[in-house]
């Protein structure tokens, strides 16, 4: 039995922790940290977790996780840097579904997060946990930084379009929308049903902080330096992640049969019949990436539409699938469940 830990269980990704680990049958949740809510019970502000924890949340220290094998980092970035150096001394794997350990360039880092690294030693050892690309690594990784949203469902649409070679790397567009729960449970105005009900947004379209992320992702899958014009919206719903990603093609190719053969062995990523495409209702609450792939008009672009749930496989079930990995059991325990509907 791995015995587990979460720093920052209040967010939604980390109450997406609990829902999705509280039936793996493999892990023993045994310690939960957060500042803010020290002494509460679990299921006392996370009701739909009655009758599976009985944990209390508890003040977020190392100690805390004294015998845990493996710790996440459910938490904004700054924080899991400050901590990740001790419990790695003490011998326990770290996932972070944080940015902190996403960019290998330290100075990258700062540009977009505004402050100097806290341990930037640690940032050539952190492994990226894509597992549909980086899975050999994943296994021997003892600290593993948990992709973004966006980049997820970017990289795993553009993914078999690079590695085949087959499309122009200096030129790709992605237009990605998510929902509400992507920017996280803190008060703001901006998320407040008010003002983003009937409303669809673009937002960061001068520079995301995921641009960086989905670049050097996309660079490592094509071998070669790729250029992304990368706009994000937000759209007036809770979970879900849709993004519609442009290419042109070098040469001809069946895409069709790429996506299909690049993907058969994938247990999380569902390549759609040539003429279908993915809702997002159709992944709600999954740990799955739908896709299709288009030639509009038999021209020379490609077309990619992916969808995902932003909170599990676009950050905890992804998590937890690396998890799985890294301590050697079948990638899909725990992640077995069938998206919801309606």
């Known amino acids: 039995m791995i015995r587990a830990g979460i720093v920052g269980g209040t967010g939604y990704t980390g109450v997406e922790l609990l829902r999705l680990l509280a039936t793996h049958p493999e892990v023993e949740l045994a310690a939960i940290t957060s500042r803010a809510e020290a002494g509460t019970r679990v299921d006392s502000l996370f009701p739909n977790l009655r009758g599976h924890y009985d944990l209390v949340f508890t003040p977020p220290d190392a100690s805390a996780f004294a015998g845990c094998d493996v710790v996440f980092f459910a938490t904004p970035h700054n924080v899991a840097m400050q901590m990740v150096p001790e419990l790695l001394d003490a011998g326990i794997r770290v996932i972070d579904l944080s940015a902190d350990f996403r960019l290998r360039d330290a100075g990258v880092w700062s540009e977009w997060y505004g402050e100097p690294h806290a341990c930037p030693e640690l940032l050539a050892e952190a492994v ?43 030129s790709l567009i992605a237009n990605a929308a998510s929902g509400v729960s992507g920017a996280g449970r803190q008060a703001r105005i901006e998320n407040l049903v008010s003002e983003t009900s009937d409303n669809f947004k673009a937002y960061g379209v001068s520079g995301h902080r995921h641009l960086p992320e989905i670049e050097q992702g996309l660079s490592d899958i094509a071998g070669q330096p790729v250029q992304l014009t990368f706009v ?54 999954a740990n799955v990436c739908r896709l299709a792939v288009t030639r509009p008009r038999q021209r020379d672009m490609v077309v990619v539409t992916a969808v995902e749930d932003n909170l599990v496989k676009g950050a905890s079930g992804q998590a937890i699938q ?21």
């Open 128 to 170: 990226y946990g894509l597992p549909e690309f980086n899975r050999a690594a994943i296994a021997g990784a003892r600290l593993l930084a948990c992709p973004g949203c966006y980049p997820t469902a970017v990289q795993l649409g553009f993914m078999p379009l690079l590695a085949a070679g087959v499309v122009d790397t200096g």
């Open 322 to 342: 690396a998890m799985n990995i890294m301590f050697g059991m079948d990638e899909a325990t725990g992640l077995r469940g069938v998206p919801l509907l309606p």
């Open 232 to 285: 994000p919206h937000l759209v007036p719903m809770i979970r879900g992640i849709h993004a519609t990603l442009y290419a042109r093609l070098t040469g001809d190719v069946d895409l069709q049969a790429l996506f299909e053969a690049h993907y058969a062995d994938e247990p999380f990523v569902d390549v759609l019949p040539a003429g279908e495409f993915p809702q997002t209702r159709s992944v709600r609450g």
